[in-house]
């Protein structure tokens, strides 16, 4: 089945570490992004990638870094500098030139930073 | 740049009920896409429905359709025939059309359904 796969479910890391956070889709997709959910509230955008070893940074790239190496592939590493990093983390992906425009999300990852 | 506004932090219904959640946008654009995105305790995102903004006609989805007010700036929600599945929270989200697909959410609305 094509979908967007995130893993692991949760992920425990102790303060100053840095974590990489996994993102894998087979839909074909040119897009990819990567939101920040905290309790109660709504999405935030990351960072996004338009197309192959090319990314920009959304609202919130402050302490967070990416790469996309792969079409399939946008690991999100959240690194030391973030100072809030206990969060859930949503990977999407679209493919902006067809007629469906919207995002097709990952299950997410859980982040606890103690 | 866009700000999406829901106002209702929680709503409740009753099984069977009708239920409309509420979402305001402010844009300078003319055209755009219109979102409606459920999360349910799973936090899986789940599309439902979505709105063109050069179509005049509102979305329906089976039990779900929208009422779009352009002019107003105004896009809701409505649940018809509300099951204890529908409970869920509630995003509206707006795409620019030249945005590169980018969404920007509102705060979400969480809906409790009671049976």
Known sequence: DGGITQSPKYLFRKEGQNVTLSCEQNLNHDAMYWYRQDPGQGLRLIYYSQIVNDFQKGDIAEGYSVSREKKESFPLTVTSAQKNPTAFYLCASSQPRQGTYEQYFGPGTRLTVT | AQTVTQSQPEMSVQEAETVTLSC????????????????????????????????????????????????????????????????????????????GNMLTFGGGTRLMVKP
Request: with cysteine.
């Open chain 2, 24 to 99: 305001t946008y402010d844009t300078s654009e003319s055209d755009y896409y219109l979102f409606w995105y459920k999360q349910p305790p799973s936090r899986q995102m789940i599309l439902v429905i979505r709105q063109e903004a050069y179509k005049q006609q509102n979305a329906t989805e089976n039990r779900f359709s929208v009422n779009f007010q352009k002019a107003a700036k105004s896009f809701s929600l409505k649940i018809s025939d509300s099951q204890l599945g529908d409970a869920a929270m509630y995003f509206c989200a707006y795409r620019s059309w030249n945005a």
